[in-house]
């Protein structure tokens, strides 16, 4: 519209300017007074029009200013609220990240708690162990004393193995070693040439599980001991039972070879 406008004013400094001697020569100065009215006219409607235009204009801005106004603060507000919420987030993910730490630290201390509750309660649960062919549900304990005594008794030490076996038997009367224990205490008695009292022991050994794997060995070990107390006649009598009572043993192999070089 300004464009227009500027278009109609230089026309009508044309028709002032310029024209004015041609057009005097073809029309009254009435007409074109007129024209010059009505050229004034148009261009001063046309800057109304613009002037109205730029006003509105003006207006529409001054109102969008105003109605952007809240929503730049709104803005504003926002991205501090984000700001914050990102900060907030990085809080509780470096907590999640130390409670992460602390779970898995408490887990590992967990763990290592109930393996050595385990390896304590290992020490006292019974335990399968296998001597002389015979398997049995033995403590940590009794088997430890019993390889402690027979461990004393293959060292030579016939006095402190005969007080091991002894104390074992007294300690542990329900336990699956006491049989064995018996048949090593009455070798231990020999050892320590108390014969009487590793007959004793050695009888009560075979009298008791007369199917132990060692019984022919104790009756053996028996005539042996009744050789070294010179009563020839008992040992003959328990060499004669052990050929009857175990025939297939090695022991009773022993004895017959033994009762050979009596007579």
């Known amino acids: 519209?300004?464009?227009?406008?500027?278009?109609?004013?230089?026309?009508?400094?044309?028709?002032?300017?310029?024209?004015?001697?041609?057009?005097?020569?073809?029309?009254?100065?009435?007409?074109?007074?007129?024209?010059?009215?009505?050229?004034?006219?148009?261009?001063?409607?046309?800057?109304?029009?613009?002037?109205a235009a730029l006003d509105a204009l003006a207006k529409t801005q001054a109102e969008l200013a105003e109605t952007l106004a809240p929503l730049r603060r709104a803005v504003v507000d926002l991205n501090a609220e984000i700001e914050l919420l990102r900060g907030e987030v990085a809080r509780l993910r470096g907590s999640n990240e130390q409670l992460a730490r602390d779970l898995a630290e408490l887990q590992r201390r967990q763990a290592d708690l109930a393996q050595g509750v385990d390896e304590r309660l290992r020490r006292f649960e019974p335990q399968k162990v296998s001597v002389d062919g015979r398997e049995f549900l033995a403590s940590p304990a009794e088997k430890r004393a019993f390889d402690d005594a027979l461990?004393?008794?293959?060292?030579?030490?016939?006095?402190?193995?005969?007080?091991?076996?002894?104390a074992f038997v007294a300690g542990h009367p329900d336990s699956?070693?006491?049989?064995?224990?018996?048949?090593?205490?009455?070798?231990?008695?020999?050892?320590?040439k108390?014969?009487?009292?590793?007959?004793?022991?050695?009888?009560?050994?075979?009298?008791?599980?007369?199917?132990?794997?060692?019984?022919p060995e104790a009756m053996l070990a028996v005539a042996n001991s009744q050789l070294e107390m010179k009563d020839t006649k008992a040992a003959r009598q328990t060499l004669a039972d052990l050929q009857k009572a175990y025939p297939q043993?090695?022991?009773?192999?022993?004895?017959?070879?033994?009762?050979?070089a009596l007579r």
């Open 1 to 51: 519209m300004h464009r227009a406008g500027t278009r109609l004013a230089a026309a009508a400094a044309l028709l002032i300017g310029v024209s004015l001697p041609a057009q005097a020569q073809l029309f009254p100065d009435n007409e074109a007074r007129r024209a010059i009215v009505d050229l004034r006219t148009k261009v001063e409607a046309e800057q109304a029009q613009n002037r």
């Open 151 to 166: 461990a004393t008794l293959r060292g030579g030490n016939f006095a402190a193995a005969a007080g091991a076996f002894t």
């Open 176 to 192: 699956g070693y006491v049989p064995s224990a018996r048949f090593w205490l009455g070798n231990a008695l020999y050892g320590k």
């Open 194 to 215: 108390e014969y009487a009292e590793a007959i004793a022991v050695l009888r009560e050994f075979v009298a008791k599980t007369p199917t132990h794997p060692r019984a």
């Open 249 to 260: 043993s090695e022991a009773a192999a022993a004895a017959k070879d033994r009762l050979a």
